[in-house]
Each structure stands twice: as C-alpha cells, then as structure tokens.
C-alpha cells in the first residue's frame, strides 16, 4: 500500500468508506422501512377494529325495523334480542380479519384464519398483543361493548405482519439495486476529484525536478489564487525556495570574497618565502620576510575564526546558550575597558541607564558591543569623540555608538553590513570588514535590528534596538 500512489490510496479509502457507509445507509432505511410499515399494519388493525366496532348494534325486536330482504345485513340472535352486523364485516380488509366472540371464547361471527391458536390469548380490552403460530407472528386487538345488551361481547381483530413482507421486499430490492451504482459514482467522483486536488502536487513534484536537474532555484510553484492548504503550501515553499536562493547567494557571495581575502595574505606569504629562498639573505632581511609572513599569518588566522564565528552562529545557535543578561552592567564593565585603548587619541564616553536586563546570551552581547565600538575607533578623526548610551524606548532596549569620525557615504550605508564590506575612501587596513556583519547577526540572533544614521565628515550613530521581554531559555 505504501508504494501506490497517494491519489490511489484515497480513491480506495474514499470508496471503502463509502460502500460502510452505504451499508450502514441501506441497512437503516430497510429496518426503518420495516419498522414503519409494521407499525402501518398495527394502526391498520386498531383503525379496522373500531370502525367494525361501529358497525355492530344491538336490536331488541326485529320488527318492524328489520328488513328480510337486505343481504347487506346479518341478524344474530343474542340474549333477549339480536346483533344486526353488516355483512362486510365478513370481509378482509387490507388482511385484517374480525370476529365476534363471547366471554366464554365462543365465536359468534366472523372469521380468524388462527382461531383455535387464538383462544389462547385472553381478551385485554384495547390493548395491542402478539401470537406467534408455525414461526409467523400475528397482531391481535380487542374491543369489548358496553351498550344495553352487548356486555359480554368481544370483537377481535387479526393480522399477521407478513402483509409487510412485500412492501419490505420491495424496499430491499430498490436499495440493494441503487447502492451499488452509487458506490460506483462515488468512486468514480472521488477519483476526480483527488487528481484534481493533487494536481498542484504534480506541479510541485515537476517543479521539484527541474530545481533538481538544472539547480534553478529561481523556479517558483505556479498553482493560481486561493487560500487552501494547498496554496499556504505552494506559499510556504515558495518563501523556503526565496531563502535558499538568498542563502545560496549570500553563501557563494561569501566564498568569493573570503576567497578574496585571503588570497591577497597567501600571495604575500608564497612572495616572501620564494624571495627569501632564490638567494642567500642577511640575518636581517630573514627576519623582515618572517615578520611579513607572521603579520599575514595572523590576518588569516583571524579571518578564518571570524569566518568559523559566523558558522556557529547560523548554523550551531545551540551553542550560544541564552540566560537573564544585566545589560547594563556588561556595557559598564565593556566601556570602562574600552575606554583605556584610546586609539588615535579617541576618548570613549558613555551614559548608561541601570537595572536593564534582557534574555540573551553575555558572549555575544558583547562582542557585538566590541564591534561597533573598535569600528567607531577605526573611523574616527584624531582626538575625537566616541559616546555609548544604552536606555528603554517603550518594551525594547537602545543602545547607541556615536562618533564623530569621517561618516558614511549615504550609496553606501546599506552596503557597511555586508561581509567583508569596507568603505574605500575610510579604508584603513587594519580591519577584515567582518565587524559590523557579525554585530548585524548577533542582533538577529536576539531579536533586534541594527540601523546607521550617517552625514559624510560630521560622524556616524549606530542604532541598536533590543525586546525587553522574557523569552523562554
């Protein structure tokens, strides 16, 4: 069952759950159709036994009322007069027999097919009773007569409840006749209707394989308007396909330019080495080669960990464990520290507000923190200014690195976030341009944003907004 195909396997559920239902259908209405005509035939009864019932009176001489030509009617002698009975009492109607007893079980007129079965059943005035005789069951209804000279007198009522034997035959017939071309349409629509509903999973099978095949991931699911589980799912692989594409992007884009920077270091380092071994050197001039080898060897060595702190942080976030971090202590204690490098004659400042505290992770705080900071250094003017402030706005937290160093170009504010990103008229040399993309990833990893506000030779504010509330760790 697991290798058919999925339109497949709901046609067969569909129709099994159709021929149960069906079943259960056609079984309710052929017991509700017999419970009705049984109760047709049982009304019947009543309804035959009163109306002969009325048809019964009691006459103390004949003459001069009695006419001895009428054949219509049936004269019985009957204690000190007669019982006048119209003679289609005689008559079967609709299979219902009545018959006329006394007390003592004799019968006066009438006719029951069970008679002598049915003297064993006592009179219960108005009152509905079965007898069974050879494995068929008959209905039985009594009434007696309280009229002047009729005590004593019974009239039974009789019918079997085969009489709906037909009516329910019939009824079996229609449904086991109807049944089976139902379940057949049934099957056939759900047939349809399945491909059509799983015609947009081919599409996204198709789909599927051409990304595959031609490792295009521009492709996107095509399936029209709609607001179905199918759409939201078309949707939903459409927004996982834009962000492997960005990713994939960004990662090759990342490639390149880690490729980039560090093919400039190992050129250096292989110049170095095959200067350095073409000819004999002084004691000298071996250790300037070797401090030109170091210097690039310590700038791939942190570039490759910066590179290896990103991974972890995209792909590893599990090993960043979150905790209640006191913001406002870690950046007292990060200012102070920082505020000793003086990097170009640049004097930190800083105004934090106390008691912020925020679910997050202390390393990464602060690293982040370090980053905007040691930037502000790089790009500052001599002697200038770099000033740090952390306070609430509504339910987040602000922090904010301010200098006044030589700005950012507004073409290229959006491009500073970038890996490896450098601004070629601040360009220094001493930066890898990793800086800023790791600040811009921690914030995300909190559930923060990073803005620039910037004017070209006046300075530069990076913004940093921080969710205040509780998170579960």
């Not at 991931?217 to 459409?238: K, S, T, V, Y």
């Not at 834009?242 to 400039?264: G, N």
């Not at 971090?325 to 003086?342: E, H, P």
Request: glycine share 8%; hydrophobic share 40%.
């Amino acid at each position: 069952m697991k290798n058919l195909s999925i339109r497949f396997r709901m046609t067969f559920w569909y129709t099994l759950a159709m021929i149960l239902v069906a079943l259960f259908a056609g079984g309710t209405v052929i017991f509700m159709g017999d419970a009705v005509v049984q109760k047709g035939i049982r009304d019947n009864l009543i309804e035959t036994v009163e109306h002969n019932r009325k048809e019964i009176e009691y006459l103390a001489d004949l003459d001069p009322v009695w006419d001895a030509t009428d054949t219509r009617h049936v004269a019985l002698a009957y204690g000190e007069g007669y019982l006048v009975v119209d003679d289609d009492f005689l008559d079967a109607v609709n299979q219902v027999y009545s018959s006329l007893y006394t007390d003592s079980g004799e019968l006066l007129y009438g006719e029951n097919p069970i008679s002598r079965a049915s003297t064993s059943v006592p009179f219960q005035n108005a009152r509905l009773q079965t007898l069974k005789v050879e494995g068929i069951t008959y209905y039985l209804f009594d009434r007696t007569f309280s009229a002047d000279g009729m005590t004593g007198l019974w009239l039974r009522g009789i019918v079997s409840e085969e009489q709906g034997t037909a009516q329910t035959q019939s009824v079996v017939r229609y449904v086991l006749f109807l049944l089976p071309f139902l379940v057949l349409a049934a099957s056939v629509g759900g047939y349809l209707l399945s491909r059509r509903m799983l015609r947009p999973i081919e599409n996204f099978i198709q789909t599927a394989n051409r990304i595959e095949g031609g490792n295009d991931l521009a492709r996107r699911m095509e399936i029209g308007a709609g607001g179905d589980e199918l759409h939201r799912l078309a949707q939903g692989f459409n927004r996982m396909l834009d962000r492997l594409e960005k990713s994939l992007v960004a990662e090759r884009q990342f490639i390149s330019d880690a490729s980039h920077e560090l093919r400039t270091p190992v050129a250096v380092i292989s110049a170095q080495c095959e200067d350095a071994l073409s000819a004999p050197q002084t004691e000298a001039e071996y250790r300037d080669a070797l401090g030109v080898v170091a210097r690039q060897n310590k700038k791939m060595a942190r570039l490759i960990e910066q590179m290896l702190d990103f991974l972890r942080l995209e792909t590893h976030a599990e090993r960043y464990p979150r905790e209640e971090v006191d913001l406002s202590a870690l950046l007292t204690d990060l200012a102070v520290d920082m505020s000793l490098i003086r990097d170009k004659g640049i004097e930190l400042t800083w105004q934090i507000a106390d008691g912020i505290a925020i679910p997050g992770n202390r390393e990464l705080l602060s690293r982040m923190v370090s980053n905007l900071i040691t930037n502000a250094y790089r790009y500052g003017r001599e002697g200038g200014h770099t000033h740090l402030t952390l306070e609430r706005v509504g339910e987040s937290v602000q922090l904010t690195v301010t200098d006044d160093g030589v700005g950012i170009a507004p073409a290229e504010q959006e491009k500073i976030f970038r890996r490896f990103y450098q601004a070629e008229a601040s360009r220094s040399g001493k930066g890898l341009g990793l800086g800023l993309s790791m600040a811009l990833e921690i914030a995300r990893f909190h559930g923060g944003t990073i803005r620039v506000e910037s004017t070209p030779g006046v300075g530069s504010s990076f913004l940093v907004e921080l969710p205040e509330k509780k998170s579960e760790y």
